[in-house]
């Protein structure tokens, strides 16, 4: 496993640099390591919290931001689906925060009216199905203001939820991220960090030279996110497959 400070000093070596040049190169691989960190090198965790009495759940201290809202049925993970139109409001009583109290007329009613207007009595389908759309009820929404994902639909106190979220750091050891300042590195990113440090300490060479190496980190950017978002032929087959529905005629 290599960390940014391995990679720092193996850079310098191959340029032929020396150690006067490290706070200057260890600058350049920090800020790799935070660009390809925001959409190509995610490191996310899973959690479970529990919701207050308030619909809400607190963020966790290295959340950076938020992958998926799930509940838990059995070994399945049922999403929640963001929802902006969620007020990011408290509900307050004075200075007092209290629970949210349901809308009227959001109960859900399980009726047999497909049935019963678009199929015979031989089961057989009559057309005339359209014009149905879905609803923006439900979902959540993150409140970084108040450092909180308020769930839409009321859910109530006590329900456990599966957040998974995007953190701040990977530590290198089982202790909290934040503060450690030791990370292990993907070794899939060592490459596109090292042809960072290396254009970005070339600057000052010919024109030419610059633009080989700035395509050089461009080509082992991509290379990683080949790598870390694979797409081969059974995926797409899957993809295809998930993606089909059937309608009757």
């Known amino acids: 496993m290599s960390t940014i400070d391995s990679i720092t000093r193996s850079v310098l070596f191959d340029m032929g640099l020396s150690m006067h040049y ?31 009495a308030f619909s809400e759940i607190t963020l966790p201290t290295d ?41 009227p007329n959001t109960e859900i009613e399980e009726t047999n009216w497909g049935l019963a207007y678009y199929y015979n009595d031989n089961g057989e389908f009559l057309g005339r199905n359209f014009g149905g759309k879905g609803s923006r009820g439900g979902g959540f929404n993150v409140i970084r203001e108040r450092n909180v994902i308020f769930l839409g639909n009321l859910t109530p106190a006590g329900t456990v939820i599966v957040l998974e979220y995007l953190t701040k750091a990977q530590a290198t050891t089982s202790g909290d991220p934040i503060t450690s ?56 087959k899957d993809i295809i497959t998930m993606k089909r529905r059937f309608a009757p005629k």
Request: proline content about 5%; hydrophobic content about 35%.
């Open 22 to 52: 490290y706070v200057y190169a260890l600058n350049h691989g920090l800020t790799c390591l935070h660009e390809i960190h925001q959409d190509t090198l995610q490191v996310t965790k899973k959690t479970r919290l529990t919701v207050n």
């Open 63 to 103: 959340f950076e931001n938020v992958v998926g809202v799930y509940a838990e049925m059995s070994q399945y993970l049922i999403p929640y689906l963001i929802n902006p139109i969620l007020t990011s409001l408290p509900n307050l009583d004075g200075t007092t925060q209290i629970p949210y109290t349901p809308p």
């Open 181 to 236: 300042y030791e990370y292990w590195i993907n070794d899939y990113a060592v490459e596109t960090i090292r042809a960072y440090i290396t254009w970005k300490m070339s600057r000052t060479s010919n024109r030419l030279v610059v633009q080989n190496l700035q395509q050089a980190y461009n080509n082992a950017h991509r290379i990683l996110r080949g790598r870390m978002n694979k797409l081969d032929g059974t995926a797409i």
